[in-house]
C-alpha cells in the first residue's frame, strides 16, 4: 500500500525539478555564448583578419587603438629657368590630390612609432644644391619634356632646374594671361621630383614707361603691374614654385632700358614689393635678387660695373628683402679657381682679356668672393644664388657667335673639368646657396646655331650627343648626394 502523497510536498518536487532543469539550460547558455563571443572577438575588431593589418606587441600589455592614416595628395615636381637670351617660358598645373582608400592600422599606445624626417623648405635649407637649366621643348611634346626632366633628376641626379619666365610673351594685353608653356613644364617638373627657380623678366609693351625705346627690354612703369603677374604665378601653381629671381641683369641697358636710367634704388624697389607680395602667400619660397652681369664697363648708361651696382642696391637695402643674392659668373678662357690678379699668362690663347686687362669679371672666383666681401661688409650673411655658370667651348661646332672667341681656347675636357670645380668651389665655400649650371639642352634647340650665343655652354652637343661635361657633373653629383646621405 502506496502512502498517500499531500499536494504540498508533491508541488515542492514539481518545482525543484524545474529548478534543476532551468539551472542546466542557463549554464549550457552561458557556456555557448562565451564561446560564441570568444572565437567571433576577432573578426569584429578587425584584428587578425588580414595580413595587412599590424598586431600590437603582445608582451607589452599595452591597450590597442584603432588609427586611420590621413590621405596624402599625390607628389609632384619643379622645374628650371633659361637665360637671358631666350626665353624659356613655361607654366603648370595645380597639383591633384588623388584619394585613397584610409587603413585601419593598429599601434600600439606604448610602443612609440618613428616619426619621418619633416621635409625642410627650400628658403630654410642650408647647404648647397646644383640645378641646371634646361630649355623645354618647344614642340611640347610631352615624351620629350619628360625625356629632359628624367636625365636632370634619375640620371644627372641634380635636385633643380631654372626656368625663365618672360613676361612679355605670357600678358600680350593686359591680364590676359597665357599659362601654357608654364603648364607644360611644371607637372613634368613635378613628376621627377624636381625643384623650381623661375626667373621672372621682361615686362610687356603695354607695362612700359611713355616714350621709352620698346626696342630694348625694361621694367613696368607701375611697379605693382609686375607684382601682380609675380603672385598670379605662386597662387596658380602653390607649392610648386621654389624659388623666384627678380629680374635678370637689371646693371645692363639691353635689360633695364627705362627713363630712370640704371637705377639700383628703383630696382630695389621691385623687389621689395615683390618679395613682401610673395611672402604673404608662400614664405617658402626663395626670393633670389636679380643676378647682375658681369661686365667690365661702368659708364652708367650702357652698364654699370656689378661690383658698383651691387654697392648701391645695398645702399638701397636691398639685403633686407633677398633670401639670397643673384649673381651670374659664366667663365670665360680660365679655370674657375684663378682670382683675376694671379692669372697665368698662356700665349697660345686667342681671347686675350684675362691675360692684358686684368679685372674681376674674367674671373669665377675673384667675382663670387668680391659679392660676397661687400655683404659682410654691410653686416649681413645673406648667401649667393649662382644662377648661370658655365664654360662654353667651340671644339666640337662649326662655330662660335662673334664676340665668344674664347670659346674656341677652352676644349671639351677643360669644360669637363671647369664645371665639377666650380661645384666643389660653391660647396667648399659655404655662403653659396644654389649654382646652377648654363645649360642643358640649348644646343639641339638652336639646331646648334653657331650665330646663337647660349650654344657652345650646352651639355648636348652635334648629333645629340652629351659632352663630356655631362657624365663630369653625373658623377660630382653622385659622390654629393652619397655624402649628403651619410650625414655630410
Not at 610631352?142 to 625663365?164: C, E, H, I, M, T
Not at 659682410?376 to 649662382?386: E, G, Q, R, S, T
Amino acid at each position: 500500500m502506496t502512502a498517500a502523497v499531500s499536494p504540498q510536498l508533491r508541488t515542492r518536487k514539481r518545482l525543484r525539478g524545474f529548478i534543476l532543469v532551468w539551472t542546466f539550460v542557463t549554464l549550457v547558455m552561458g557556456f555557448a555564448t562565451f564561446i560564441a563571443i570568444y572565437f567571433a572577438y576577432p573578426l569584429v575588431t578587425g584584428l587578425g583578419a588580414s595580413e595587412n593589418v599590424a598586431l600590437p606587441p603582445q608582451d607589452n600589455g599595452a591597450d590597442v587603438v584603432l588609427v586611420q592614416p590621413s590621405i596624402t595628395p599625390a607628389e609632384t615636381a619643379v622645374p628650371t629657368e633659361a637665360p637671358t637670351e631666350v626665353p624659356a617660358e613655361e607654366e603648370t598645373e595645380e597639383p591633384v590630390e588623388v584619394a585613397q582608400e584610409p587603413t585601419l592600422v593598429a599601434q600600439s599606445v606604448q610602443a612609440s612609432t618613428p616619426t619621418p624626417e619633416p621635409t625642410v623648405p627650400p628658403v630654410d635649407v642650408d647647404h648647397f644644391e646644383a640645378g641646371i637649366q634646361v630649355q623645354y621643348s618647344l614642340d611640347f611634346n610631352p615624351d620629350n619634356q619628360d625625356g629632359f626632366y628624367r636625365s636632370v633628376a634619375d640620371d644627372l641626379g641634380l635636385p633643380w632646374v631654372k626656368q625663365q619666365v618672360r613676361w612679355e610673351d605670357f600678358e600680350r594685353e593686359p591680364g590676359q594671361i597665357d599659362y601654357a608653356i608654364l603648364d607644360f613644364v611644371m607637372p613634368s617638373a613635378e613628376r621627377f621630383g624636381l625643384k623650381m627657380a623661375l626667373s621672372i623678366v621682361t615686362a610687356p609693351d603695354w607695362a612700359r614707361e611713355q616714350g621709352v625705346e620698346l626696342g630694348r627690354e625694361g621694367p613696368p612703369a607701375d611697379i605693382s603691374a609686375y607684382v601682380n603677374f609675380v603672385t598670379s604665378i605662386v597662387q596658380r601653381y602653390p607649392g610648386q614654385v621654389h624659388a623666384i629671381e627678380v629680374w635678370n641683369e637689371q646693371n645692363l641697358d639691353r635689360e633695364w632700358t627705362s627713363t630712370g636710367g640704371l637705377s639700383a634704388a628703383n630696382y630695389v624697389e621691385m623687389l621689395r614689393q615683390t618679395y613682401t607680395a610673395v611672402k604673404a602667400i608662400d614664405p617658402n619660397v626663395i626670393i633670389i635678387s636679380g643676378a647682375l652681369s658681369q661686365t667690365g664697363i661702368n659708364d652708367g648708361v650702357m652698364a654699370v660695373d656689378d661690383f658698383v651696382y651691387l654697392e648701391q642696391m645695398i645702399a638701397a637695402g636691398m639685403l633686407d628683402y633677398a633670401d639670397c643674392v643673384g649673381s651670374h659668373v659664366n667663365g670665360f678662357n680660365i679655370g674657375p679657381a684663378e682670382a683675376y690678379n694671379e692669372v697665368v699668362n698662356d700665349p697660345t690663347a686667342q681671347f686675350r682679356g684675362p691675360f692684358d686687362n686684368p679685372h674681376h669679371s674674367w674671373s669665377f672666383r675673384s667675382t663670387l668672393e668680391g659679392y660676397r666681401n661687400r655683404i659682410v661688409a654691410a653686416n649681413y650673411d645673406v648667401p649667393l644664388c649662382v644662377t648661370e655658370f658655365g664654360w662654353a667651348v667651340g671644339e666640337d661646332l662649326e662655330g662660335v657667335p662673334e664676340g665668344f672667341g674664347f670659346a674656341l681656347d677652352n676644349t671639351l675636357a677643360e669644360q669637363a673639368s671647369w664645371i665639377p670645380e666650380a661645384m666643389s668651389m660653391m660647396d667648399n665655400y659655404g655662403w653659396v646657396r644654389l649654382g646652377i649650371i648654363w645649360n642643358f639642352n640649348y644646343a639641339p634647340q638652336a639646331g646648334w646655331d653657331p650665330n646663337n650665343d647660349n650654344v657652345p655652354y650646352s651639355l648636348i652637343g652635334p648629333n645629340f650627343q652629351f659632352r663630356p661635361a655631362y657624365d663630369a657633373v653625373r658623377s660630382w653629383q653622385s659622390a654629393y648626394n652619397q655624402r649628403m646621405q651619410s650625414g655630410g
